[in-house]
């Protein structure tokens, strides 16, 4: 085998100013320890294979209007490698294209800042105008903007201001802190075509906001991206009309999120338009209205913890509302949401298991159930002040299985230690028919009407009236009428 270079020993260097030709049967032979530079390109068999990347270095102009900064990056094109010196950039529409990879001097040493009265955003992708709202395959990808601080400057931009708006893929944003936060952190879109490596990765973003805002990150593509170790914390005294920590968008699915925190001043911490979206140890609070907002299917939630914070009113998790909420995984803790740690509107076919730790005034669910089958709904309870140690002074496993729609439905599920029903069940009309009491009796009420005779392998047990004012207990199997277990004295 031809050896392209002699070996060279330790600690000797080589620079070879030109660009290299080999072909598959060569090789270098280089001892360790050894520097070898090569200035130029690599060919092998005719093909371009290490290409240097040109590397750009910026600094910050001091113009405080943002133009001498932002058209010097926007100058810049084609794969390369910019580098921000440490400093303070003033930038608006910072232009994100193809191939591009930003790379400042560490977060609070480089600052990115959006001047004062532009109400606009920092980072744009290109072509971001003509492409947000669609479903194209377009926009910039593989990029990267990575250690450094973006100042979004919401004390002098009144209106809007957002870190980044985004329709792209394959993209990166990593060890980045996105600051002072008006409209919102990172929005990012993309189409719903399906190839190699679409997805997107958010790596150790910090988000923060000093004032009311709308959103921390919108996330509507690219699908199947990670979310890892993001957090966003902050606000105004009170949130935003429609202000949500995260929001996962119609062409969402697949997104993974892994460790995220979200403990901001917003109406919901996490609303899910879209099904798919699967959350792995991440912890949600703040939100003043509820923390997680499902509406879609196959949304999963494993681990972590979801904490009311003890604010009055306040929901743990809702399962629908504008859409139905099917197919969900959900296994994890509910903590102070004097709310109910569970609100169910519209919801089929889901696993809940829940560890709720509440005040013992607290109920444990919350709202009316449309469309309710559930498969699996299993919830421990432990009752205590919000600054207790001792959290077992009551704790009891409730478990339904295999519930179905348009007749039972859970209506209530309390405390055991309280009065009123442990479980309460009513008919299609909404009339309550049996319920579970806190003492582990059943209470019945009369059927309005006599019920039709079970399958063969079943018998129904029902409340009726004998035709004298008198309440009769009732046992009907598939053949035959009722059977008068007892009548009322």
Known sequence: MAKLNPQLPADEVKYLPKNVYTTDDMMLDIDTGSKLDIYGNVYLNGVRIDARLPTVNLYPSGDTTGATDTAAFNAITGPVKIILGPGTFYMVNATIRTGMHVQGSGKMNTIVKQPNGVNAQVFLSEGWAGLQ??????????????????????????????????YAWRYVIDNVDIINIRTGGINSEWGTASGPRMDARLINVNITATVAFSYGIVWNGPHDSMLEGCVINGGGASPASGSRAFWFGAKSGGTRLHDCHAWSVVEWTVEIVNSVIWFNQCYLEGGRTGQLWVNGGSVQYHGGVIFGNDTTGVYGIMLGGSASANGCDIDTTVWGCPGGAIRYIDQISNSIKLHVIRTASEPIEAGTANNVDWSDYDIQVENGTADSTERMSVRRRLVVYNRHAASPVITAIGNPSQAGPMHSWQNSSGVEMLAVQSDGTVLFKEAPSTPAAPAADKAVLYLQDNGSGKSQLVMRFATGGGQVIATQP
């Open 133 to 166: 709202g669609g479903i194209s395959s377009g926009g910039p990808t593989d990029w990267s903007v990575i250690d450094l601080t973006v100042d979004v400057n919401a004390a002098n931009n009144l209106t809007s201001g957002w870190g980044f708006l985004i």
